[in-house]
Each structure stands twice: as structure tokens, then as C-alpha cells.
């Protein structure tokens, strides 16, 4: 029988813990490394309504992105949704992993997987992790010659993007080398620019990171959700290769926490 502790093994070897950073909080964050699975919920965000749909999938482990406990909890008393999800989970022996920075900073991670799905080539790391073996926080990679705003509006429609943010002052007509951050990437701007990027595209962009350096190369905001819901698919293909006959689901209940007005 698979047990917690044989998918946190699993990822793991995929998704080393040392590669995550210092604020992070990746691993088991409820219940039991020795308890059975019978089934598996993926998802981005732990969420009351995730929690819901894996008691109705009879899902015993979620597995998400986002770790649900970043901190200490001083108390459960059902406060706030942290509270209740933990609650619940402990209630109905459901047990909840996550693996974040890891997987983004991971070989064939996050950043690898958006570059996979543009189609990229020659992708390596942007900001190569001490661990080497292809690790590190970005990718860089090239993609055939694209007018600048064909590439965007392929980005735009590869990632579900409903509004791309996109520096309007870069001078770049043409796109050849593409560096990509899934979630928060802004941090990398300097590497990307120094690694002769044409673009950058990430995340949780500012203001004033279009102001400092759209000059020089081309930031695109894919939204942090939009390019951080491929660690799903990350996820699933771990889990299967190890215990093909694991049951996994993909969240139905995932939902972005920002909403726009058209």
C-alpha cells in the first residue's frame, strides 16, 4: 500500500527540500508520513473548497503548490480558514504536502515546464542553484524569431492570461531569447537582462520594474496563478511514474483569487 511518506519520497527526489529558500516552509504540513493513500487531490492553493471537493473524491492527501502553513499556528479554533482547513484535514485524516520553491528551483520544474510549452530550446537555469545538476531559479532559453507582440499574444493565449501587463517602452521588435520565472520572478530582472534576455516573463510585476528596466528588454506579467498551474500536471507525472496505480485528481475547485472587469 502507498503511504504519505512514499509521495513526499517521490517528489523529493524530484524536487530536492535543499533547494528551497529560507522563508519556505515545503514538506508534510498535516498528518500522518505513515498513513495509507487511496487517492491523491493536486492543486495550487489548500483552500476550504479543495478541502471540500477531496472529502467528496474521498481523497485521503492533497499535494499542492503553495504550502498552507508558512508559520506557527498559536491556535485552532476555527478563526480563519487556515485554522478550519487544518481542522478539518486532522478530522478526517486527510494528510497535506507541499512542495514550493523546491519545485520551482528543480530541474524540469516550474520554469521548465513553462518554457516546454512555448516550445522553447537550449533551456538551462537563469540563476544556477549551488546544488548544479541543471538547478536554479528561472530558465533562459531561445525560441525562433517572433515579432515581439505575435510573441506575447502566443504567451497570452498558452497560459490563459486574461490581461498581459507588458512593458510598452522596449524597443525589442524581435523576440529570439526568452527568459521565463514561474510565480514571483521580479528579483531576476538583472539576470535576465545580463543573460542577454530579449524578454522576461513572470509574475507580480510593479510599476516601477517597467519604469527601471523596460527600456532594456521586454517584462511581460503573466500573473503568478496562470503560470504556477502547471505544477499540477509537474506533480501527476511524478506521482504516476512512481506508483502508476496511485489515483490522482486534477482540483475542479482551483479558482484565481484575482478577478478582473473587462
Request: hydrophobic residues 40%; contains cysteine.
Amino acid at each position: 500500500m502507498i503511504k504519505v511518506k512514499d509521495i513526499a519520497k517521490a517528489i523529493e527526489d524530484f524536487a530536492p527540500k535543499e533547494l528551497q529558500e529560507s522563508y519556505d516552509n515545503t514538506g508534510l504540513q498535516v498528518g500522518d508520513p505513515e498513513m495509507n493513500v487511496s487517492a491523491v487531490l493536486l492543486c495550487l492553493d489548500v483552500t476550504e473548497e479543495i478541502m471540500a471537493e477531496a472529502r467528496r473524491r474521498q481523497c485521503n492527501m492533497i499535494v499542492s503548490h503553495h504550502p498552507l502553513l508558512f508559520s506557527g499556528l498559536k491556535q485552532i479554533t476555527g478563526a480563519d480558514p487556515t485554522q478550519r482547513i487544518v481542522a478539518e484535514a486532522i478530522l478526517h485524516g486527510i494528510a497535506i504536502y507541499s512542495s514550493h520553491t523546491n519545485l520551482d528551483s528543480a530541474f524540469e520544474g516550474v520554469s521548465y515546464e513553462l518554457a516546454h510549452m512555448l516550445g522553447m530550446s537550449d533551456v538551462h537555469p537563469l540563476m544556477p542553484s549551488s546544488l548544479g545538476n541543471e538547478t536554479g531559479l528561472g530558465v533562459i532559453g531561445s525560441v525562433s524569431p517572433t515579432p515581439t507582440l505575435e510573441f506575447l499574444r502566443k504567451v497570452k493565449d498558452t497560459f490563459n492570461v486574461p490581461h498581459l501587463r507588458y512593458s510598452a517602452v522596449s524597443p525589442q521588435l524581435v523576440v529570439r531569447r526568452v527568459a521565463i520565472c514561474g510565480g514571483s520572478g521580479a528579483s531576476l530582472i538583472r539576470n535576465a537582462k545580463a543573460a542577454g534576455a530579449d524578454v522576461l516573463l513572470t509574475g507580480d510585476l510593479k510599476y516601477h520594474d517597467f519604469t527601471s528596466y523596460g527600456h532594456a528588454l521586454v517584462l511581460a506579467d503573466i500573473g503568478h496563478y496562470e503560470s504556477e498551474l502547471c505544477t499540477k500536471r509537474i506533480f501527476s507525472r511524478i506521482i504516476r511514474q512512481a506508483f502508476p496505480e496511485c489515483v490522482v485528481y486534477f482540483a475542479q475547485a482551483e479558482s484565481n483569487p484575482i478577478a478582473y472587469i473587462e
